[in-house]
């Protein structure tokens, strides 16, 4: 036989007939176990992120509220002047604001997106920082029992001590405590790994 027509003429069986060609990609049963598996890995992971996002939530939350503490009291030192921090609710009720201001606590308002109105205080007292926190947005909430606070400028002491209480969405609880001299320090309620465990 011609070796040139040789390699053009087709694979044949014992019988002459052409072999059946190897079947190419997946079966049914093939795309149906890779699918399985898939959502089993999906459901598996899930509740890890979330539990990822928690941490990370609560850990952002409590790190702002650490720095809002520390700039009030550095603040009061340098102006050597009172200085206060209030934590308030949002007018609608999505979150809370945070007001670093002099005079009046009753003298300071936040910002309201419904109506426009930008963070401000009335005359003596003086605005000079506020921000804002949604807990849609930042996954936690801030508590406490004394919502306004009073750095003095001598030595930087706070009246009254407060305990900020930082919850997720998920039940995870960490807590900012400022004592009378002005230092924080943070503790967990509920396990979180690089936190001391509250008393």
């Given amino acids: 036989m011609d070796p040139e027509t040789a390699t053009l003429s087709p694979v044949v069986g014992q019988r002459g007939r052409p072999r059946p060609k190897p079947a190419r990609g997946l079966g049914s049963i093939e795309i149906y ?4 598996c898939s959502a089993l890995l999906v459901s598996q992971a899930l509740p890890r992120l979330e539990a990822l996002r928690d941490r990370q939530a609560v850990q952002v939350v409590a790190g702002e509220l650490d720095q809002q503490l520390r700039l ?9 002047s009172p200085v206060r921090l209030t934590l308030r609710a949002l007018a609608d ?9 002099t005079g009046d606590p009753q003298a300071c308002s936040c910002a309201d997106p419904g109506t426009g109105a930008q963070a401000g205080c009335d005359a003596p007292a003086r605005l000079l920082q506020s921000s804002s926190t949604r807990f849609a947005e930042a996954g936690a909430t801030v508590t406490t029992l004394n919502r306004t606070l009073i750095f003095a400028p001598d030595h ?17 609880r960490v807590r900012k405590i400022i004592n009378i001299l002005g230092r924080v320090r943070g503790c967990a309620v509920t396990p979180l790994p690089g936190w001391t465990a509250c008393a």
């Fill in 33 to 36: 176990a890779s699918l399985c």
């Fill in 72 to 80: 009030a009291r550095q603040t009061a030192i340098a102006l050597d």
């Fill in 93 to 101: 009720g999505s979150g809370h604001c945070t007001l670093m201001h």
């Fill in 156 to 172: 930087g002491t706070v009246t009254p001590t407060a305990t900020f209480e930082i919850r997720s969405r998920q039940g995870l």
